[in-house]
């Protein structure tokens, strides 16, 4: 997926596990199919999951996740995966790699879901208990400003999608989300990636959510950009109202679901399919209102 990408297979991972934590050399460990762009996934025996870096974008991210996942988890009434150990480079591999807990569920699956409303209102739910994790000394969340990283790469994206997608549509919701006045409440924490990839249901409803590493502290409105790529126009309404946004922070939301969609479309549409579908689930979305 990426030109620096680092390769990894089971043996790799096996020979790591056993030089740096033998205790668990003779556990199953097997691949998981994802279409994570950040992370390797291989599952370690029946609780554990172990994250290799592709590229250098994950550095650091296990000890954050090990600082603040646990605060995290306290205070939402979802799973959340526990950094477990923290493994290092070794047999040509350069980056530091983790083991986490393996959280069960299944995957979350775009406009699958024939009543959308006990989804979108467990969802609400969280991003209401996020609001309320206490921020002191967090980190700021790694998407960065809507207005200042994502202008010159929406534009780029929109260059290169071409006839893909209707471009006046997506330039005038993208102009109305930079337009629209910012949030000036105090910085809140955010999961900063939020689509169907990272979220797990049991029954209809938000089971769990994995996959921290965008995660830190900013505008909430970055977490709505679930609205437009999980549900479609019944389910963005049962989300709204249970968190009773204003204009602004759903356009901001709006805008975030819509930049996420066109830079992700061209730079994924060759290398992982299951990303770049959703990335034209939410671009439609969006364009539909």
């Known amino acids: 997926m990426h030109a620096d990408e680092v390769d990894t297979d089971v043996e790799l991972v096996r020979r790591l596990v056993r030089a740096q934590f033998p205790e668990w050399s003779d556990l199953d460990l097997e691949p998981v199919p994802s279409s994570g ?9 029946p609780s554990m ?21 646990p605060v995290i ?14 493994g290092e480079p070794g047999f040509g591999y350069p980056y530091e790699w983790g083991v986490h807990s393996w959280v ?15 989804l979108a209102q467990s969802i609400a739910s969280l991003l209401a208990e996020l609001r309320e994790v206490d921020t002191a000394g967090a980190p700021a969340q790694r998407r960065g400003d809507l207005r200042e990283r994502w202008v010159d790469p929406v534009r780029k994206a929109l260059a290169a999608l071409g006839a893909d997608v209707d471009t006046n549509a997506a330039e005038a919701v993208w102009e109305e989300a930079l337009a629209a006045p910012g949030w000036i409440g105090p910085a809140r924490w955010v999961h900063g990636d939020v689509m169907p990839a990272n979220l797990l249901q049991t029954g209809g409803r938000l089971s769990a959510v994995i996959d921290w590493e965008a995660a830190g502290i900013g505008d909430p409105a970055v977490d709505l ?16 109202e249970s968190l009773e946004l204003d204009d602004a922070t759903w356009a901001r939301g709006r805008g975030w679901a819509l930049c996420t969609g066109l830079v992700a479309l061209p730079y994924y549409r060759e290398t992982n399919p299951e990303l770049a579908a959703n990335a034209r689930f939410r671009i439609g979305q969006v364009l539909a209102g």
Do not use: C, H
């Open 225 to 240: 950009m679930v609205a437009w790529n999980t549900f479609s126009a019944a389910g963005r309404k049962v989300l709204r």
């Open 49 to 69: 999951v172990v994250r290799l870096p592709r590229t250098d974008w994950a550095r650091g991210a296990f000890d954050r996740q090990a600082r603040w996942l």
């Open 73 to 86: 988890s306290r205070s939402v009434s979802v799973q959340v995966p526990a950094p477990i150990a923290k």
């Open 37 to 45: 762009t950040v992370n390797a996934l291989y599952r370690l025996g």
């Open 104 to 118: 069960p569920g299944d995957q979350v699956v775009a406009g699958s879901l024939t009543d959308e409303a006990p």
